[in-house]
C-alpha cells in the first residue's frame, strides 16, 4: 500500500496517478502488500534531512530511507521515499518536460534505492528497463 503525505500547500503532482505507478511497481518485485510512504516536502526539510542522513548540507531532489521490516502490526514496511518538488521543477525545466514527469521519474528512482539498488552499481541499468513502462501517463 502507498501513502502519499503533502506537507506543502500545494499540492505538488497527480497523487492518484503516482500511487497507481508506486503500486504497480510494488507487484512488479513482487511486494504485494508492502508499506510505503511518498513524502513531498520543501527545499529547508529536505536539506536538513540531506544534512542529517548524508551530511551534505544543501537541498536535494528525492532521498530514500529503507526499512525493508516486518513491523508488530504484521505488515511489511518498505520504507520513505521523500521528494522536494521545488526542485524538482527546476530539473523538469531544465530537462524540457513537466514537474509531473520529473517527480514520477524521482518516485521510481526513489523506490529502486528502496530496493537496495545503489548509483553504479545496477541502478542506472534498472531505471533504464522500469522508466518506459511506467512513464507512459507522465509527460
Do not use: W
Amino acid at each position: 500500500m502507498v501513502t502519499i503525505i503533502n506537507q506543502l500547500k500545494k499540492k505538488p503532482a497527480p497523487t492518484k496517478k503516482l500511487k497507481v505507478m508506486l503500486e504497480e511497481l510494488e507487484r512488479r518485485y513482487k511486494l504485494r502488500g508492502a508499506e510505503l510512504s511518498l513524502i513531498f516536502v520543501g527545499p529547508k526539510t529536505i536539506q536538513n534531512l540531506n544534512k542529517k542522513y548524508r551530511r551534505r548540507n544543501k537541498p536535494t531532489d528525492v532521498l530514500s530511507f529503507g526499512l525493508k521490516e516486518k513491523a508488530p502490526d504484521g505488515k511489511f514496511y518498505l520504507g520513505d521515499i521523500v521528494i522536494c518538488p521545488a526542485i524538482a521543477q527546476r530539473q523538469a525545466r531544465e530537462k524540457g518536460h513537466s514537474v509531473e514527469r520529473e517527480i514520477a521519474i524521482l518516485s521510481i528512482h526513489g523506490f529502486l534505492h528502496l530496493l537496495g539498488f545503489e548509483h553504479f552499481q545496477g541502478l542506472e541499468e534498472e531505471e533504464a528497463k522500469i522508466r518506459p513502462l511506467f512513464l507512459k501517463d507522465f509527460r
